[in-house]
Protein backbone atom coordinates (compact mmCIF):
# COMPACT_ATOMS: atom_id res chain seq x y z
CA UNK A 1 0.00 0.00 0.00
CA UNK A 2 1.20 3.19 -1.24
CA UNK A 3 1.75 5.79 1.83
CA UNK A 4 2.11 9.19 0.80
CA UNK A 5 -0.35 11.33 2.48
CA UNK A 6 -1.52 15.16 0.97
CA UNK A 7 -3.11 17.71 2.64
CA UNK A 8 -3.44 21.19 2.59
CA UNK A 9 -5.84 21.26 -0.47
CA UNK A 10 -9.34 23.58 -0.44
CA UNK A 11 -11.09 26.17 -2.36
CA UNK A 12 -9.82 29.68 -2.82
CA UNK A 13 -11.15 32.18 -4.92
CA UNK A 14 -8.97 32.99 -7.92
CA UNK A 15 -5.88 35.05 -7.11
CA UNK A 16 -5.08 33.52 -3.64
CA UNK A 17 -2.43 30.97 -2.47
CA UNK A 18 -2.77 27.32 -1.07
CA UNK A 19 0.21 25.47 0.01
CA UNK A 20 -0.24 21.68 -0.10
CA UNK A 21 2.48 18.98 2.01
CA UNK A 22 2.92 15.75 1.42
CA UNK A 23 4.20 13.17 4.73
CA UNK A 24 6.75 11.03 1.98
CA UNK A 25 8.43 9.55 5.20
CA UNK A 26 8.49 6.04 3.12
CA UNK A 27 9.46 7.28 -0.38
CA UNK A 28 11.68 10.46 -0.04
CA UNK A 29 14.93 9.21 -0.65
CA UNK A 30 13.57 6.22 -3.16
CA UNK A 31 13.75 7.56 -6.43
CA UNK A 32 15.34 9.88 -8.96
CA UNK A 33 12.86 12.20 -7.23
CA UNK A 34 9.73 13.92 -5.76
CA UNK A 35 7.00 15.88 -7.77
CA UNK A 36 3.47 16.99 -8.07
CA UNK A 37 0.82 15.75 -10.12
CA UNK A 38 -2.64 17.13 -11.02
CA UNK A 39 -5.95 15.76 -12.86
CA UNK A 40 -8.76 17.76 -14.01
CA UNK A 41 -11.84 16.47 -15.07
CA UNK A 42 -11.73 15.06 -17.92
CA UNK A 43 -8.10 15.60 -18.73
CA UNK A 44 -5.17 13.61 -17.93
CA UNK A 45 -2.78 13.72 -14.98
CA UNK A 46 0.22 15.84 -15.29
CA UNK A 47 3.24 16.62 -13.46
CA UNK A 48 3.24 19.94 -12.71
CA UNK A 49 6.71 20.40 -10.42
CA UNK A 50 9.10 18.10 -9.55
CA UNK A 51 12.09 18.12 -7.48
CA UNK A 52 15.01 15.74 -8.63
CA UNK A 53 17.19 14.12 -5.49
CA UNK A 54 19.87 16.65 -6.13
CA UNK A 55 17.54 19.37 -5.89
CA UNK A 56 16.65 20.63 -8.89
CA UNK A 57 13.08 21.71 -9.66
CA UNK A 58 11.08 21.61 -12.73
CA UNK A 59 7.81 23.25 -13.52
CA UNK A 60 5.27 22.88 -16.13
CA UNK A 61 4.73 26.14 -18.00
CA UNK A 62 1.10 26.31 -16.86
CA UNK A 63 2.49 26.57 -13.05
CA UNK A 64 5.69 28.48 -13.74
CA UNK A 65 6.11 31.77 -11.79
CA UNK A 66 3.26 30.79 -9.70
CA UNK A 67 3.91 27.75 -7.91
CA UNK A 68 7.18 26.39 -5.63
CA UNK A 69 8.07 22.97 -5.04
CA UNK A 70 10.26 22.10 -1.93
CA UNK A 71 10.95 19.32 0.55
CA UNK A 72 12.12 19.32 3.81
CA UNK A 73 14.82 16.26 4.29
CA UNK A 74 15.03 16.32 8.13
CA UNK A 75 10.82 15.97 8.16
CA UNK A 76 10.68 13.87 5.58
CA UNK A 77 7.87 15.92 3.73
CA UNK A 78 7.08 17.49 0.35
CA UNK A 79 5.44 20.69 -0.13
CA UNK A 80 3.93 22.58 -2.54
CA UNK A 81 3.16 26.40 -2.76
CA UNK A 82 0.83 27.63 -4.71
CA UNK A 83 0.15 31.50 -5.21
CA UNK A 84 -1.50 33.22 -8.09
CA UNK A 85 -4.36 30.37 -8.21
CA UNK A 86 -6.51 30.45 -11.48
CA UNK A 87 -9.48 28.53 -12.03
CA UNK A 88 -7.61 26.65 -14.50
CA UNK A 89 -5.98 25.11 -11.44
CA UNK A 90 -8.53 22.65 -9.89
CA UNK A 91 -8.07 19.62 -9.95
CA UNK A 92 -6.98 16.84 -7.33
CA UNK A 93 -3.53 17.08 -6.60
CA UNK A 94 -1.26 14.33 -6.22
CA UNK A 95 1.96 13.88 -4.34
CA UNK A 96 4.46 11.64 -6.85
CA UNK A 97 7.39 9.36 -6.14
CA UNK A 98 9.69 9.16 -9.55
CA UNK A 99 11.37 6.26 -10.59
CA UNK A 100 13.55 6.36 -13.83
CA UNK A 101 11.60 4.58 -16.40
CA UNK A 102 12.97 2.01 -18.95
CA UNK A 103 14.42 4.91 -21.40
CA UNK A 104 16.20 6.02 -18.25
CA UNK A 105 13.76 9.35 -17.96
CA UNK A 106 12.64 10.12 -13.93
CA UNK A 107 9.00 9.84 -13.99
CA UNK A 108 6.01 9.91 -11.60
CA UNK A 109 5.45 6.02 -10.65
CA UNK A 110 3.55 6.19 -7.17
CA UNK A 111 1.07 8.63 -6.23
CA UNK A 112 -0.62 8.90 -2.73
CA UNK A 113 -4.03 9.51 -2.50
CA UNK A 114 -4.40 12.93 -3.62
CA UNK A 115 -6.19 15.79 -2.04
CA UNK A 116 -8.61 18.37 -3.90
CA UNK A 117 -7.83 21.97 -4.90
CA UNK A 118 -10.89 24.18 -6.27
CA UNK A 119 -10.42 27.82 -7.43
CA UNK A 120 -13.52 29.74 -8.03
CA UNK A 121 -13.86 33.24 -9.96
Known amino acids: QVQLVESGGGSVQAGGSLKLSCDASRYIFSGCGMGWSRQAPGAERELVASISSDGTTSYADSVKGRFTISQDNTKKMLYLQMNSLKTEDTAVYYC???????????????WGQGTQVTVSS
Open 96 to 110: AVLFEDSSLICTPQL
